[in-house]
């Protein structure tokens, strides 16, 4: 059975980095797109960055282009988020999700695109 689990979340001063680890199981990295998505309290699911599994393209909002990097280690089946200049706006749950996109070596931020979602990790900027 698929499974996700997010880590790496917490707290940190605005300007700070962070790095989320999205560990799978039950499946093999190269045959999907994994993409890592954010809700803040009150508002929608907003997809931050995607990348396939074999080929490794990558895909990100605009709203953490710059900021932001998606990477993989398919000896682990592990994608990670690495976060920089983090920003109070970037405060939110972190979700990682995996898509059979990736046998197309096609990427989303679409969440209907997803349809294996990890638990969610916090991730705090604030001072």
């Known amino acids: 059975q698929l499974q996700l689990v997010e880590s790496g979340g917490g707290l940190v001063q605005p300007g700070g980095s962070l790095r989320l680890s999205c560990a799978g199981s039950g499946f093999t990295l190269d045959t999907y797109a994994i993409g890592w998505f954010r809700q803040a309290p009150g508002k929608g699911r907003e997809g931050v960055s995607c990348?396939?599994?074999?080929?490794?393209?990558?895909i990100y909002a605009d709203s953490v282009k710059g900021r932001f990097t998606i990477s993989k280690d398919n000896a682990k089946n592990t994608v990670y988020l690495q976060m920089s200049s983090l920003k109070p706006e970037d405060t939110a749950v972190y979700y990682c999700a995996a898509s059979l996109l990736g046998l197309f070596g096609r990427c989303s931020l679409s969440s209907a695109q997803f349809g294996s979602w990890g638990q969610g990790t916090q991730v705090t900027v604030s001072s």
């Open positions: 990348i396939t599994g074999r080929t490794g393209n990558t």
